[in-house]
Structures are given as C-alpha cells and as structure tokens.
C-alpha cells in the first residue's frame, strides 16, 4: 500500500478550514463593515441639514476613465507576459506608469480648481 496523501503549503487549524480562506473571508467582514459604516456616516450626517452641496467638476470623469485605462494595460502587460511577448509586456508596462503619472498629476490639478481642498483639507 502507498500512502497518496496530498502535499499542501497550508497550514492546518483547529477548525479546519485553510488559513488563506479564513483571512480572505475576515478582509472581505472588514470592508463590508467599512462600507456600511461610511453609509451610515453619509446618511445620518445627510440628514442633519447643513450639508454642503458642490457639483463635481467634469475632471472626475476623465479621472475615471485614466484608471479603468490603467487597469486595462496593467493586465494587458500581465497576459503579454504570461505569453512571452516582452515587446508588448514593456510597452503595456510603459503605458500604465505613463496613465497613473497623468491620474496623480491631474488629480492634483483638478483638487485647486474645483477649490476642493477647503473641505479635505481644513486648517
């Protein structure tokens, strides 16, 4: 008889259950906790009356746009990678630092022109 036991990296606990998943299921607590706890803030504070009200400048949009674009050549470069294509995978690579250097500098920008800095940023 040979024994077939499966070599694992994880650790066991007294519960059972992987320590990775444990983890991973108290972060995901934690950010729903979070989220529900900003919520709450919003809306109780909304409530009060003396919220101040400020429309988002068009900024915020392009803002948007420049990180979802970021994101998509940041996977780019991971699956040119995983293929071999270092060509691409520099390209891909050079063209995220590029978009997260616009998305700082215009986010910078984009704070004292919308004089947004007067409610983060209170002296």
Same mark, same amino acid.
């Given at each position: 008889?040979?024994?077939?036991?499966?070599?694992?990296?994880?650790k066991?606990?007294?519960?059972?259950?992987?320590?990775?998943s444990?983890?991973?299921?108290?972060?995901?607590?934690?950010?729903?906790?979070?989220f529900?706890?900003l !919520? &709450?803030?919003?809306? =109780?504070?909304?409530a009060?009356?003396?919220?101040? %009200?400020?429309? +988002?400048?068009?900024? #915020?949009?392009?803002?948007?746009?420049?990180?979802?674009?970021?994101?998509?050549?940041?996977?780019?470069?991971?699956?040119?990678?995983?293929?071999?294509?270092?060509?691409?995978?520099?390209?891909?690579?050079?063209?995220?630092?590029? !978009? &997260?250097?616009?998305? =700082?500098?215009?986010?910078?920008?984009?704070?004292? %022109?919308?004089? +947004?800095?007067?409610? #983060?940023?209170?002296?």
């Amino acid at each position: 008889m040979t024994n077939t036991n499966v070599i694992s990296n994880e650790k066991e606990t007294t519960t059972g259950i992987p320590t990775p998943s444990i983890l991973l299921w108290l972060g995901i607590g934690s950010m729903i906790m979070l989220f529900g706890g900003l !919520l &709450s803030g919003y809306i =109780v504070r909304r409530a009060e009356g003396n919220w101040d %009200s400020f429309a +988002l400048p068009f900024q #915020f949009t392009i803002s948007t746009i420049v990180i979802v674009l970021g994101s998509i050549t940041v996977q780019w470069a991971l699956f040119a990678i995983k293929r071999n294509q270092k060509e691409l995978s520099r390209i891909m690579l050079i063209a995220t630092l590029g !978009l &997260s250097f616009f998305f =700082v500098f215009f986010s910078i920008l984009r704070m004292e %022109s919308a004089n +947004l800095t007067k409610y #983060f940023f209170r002296i």
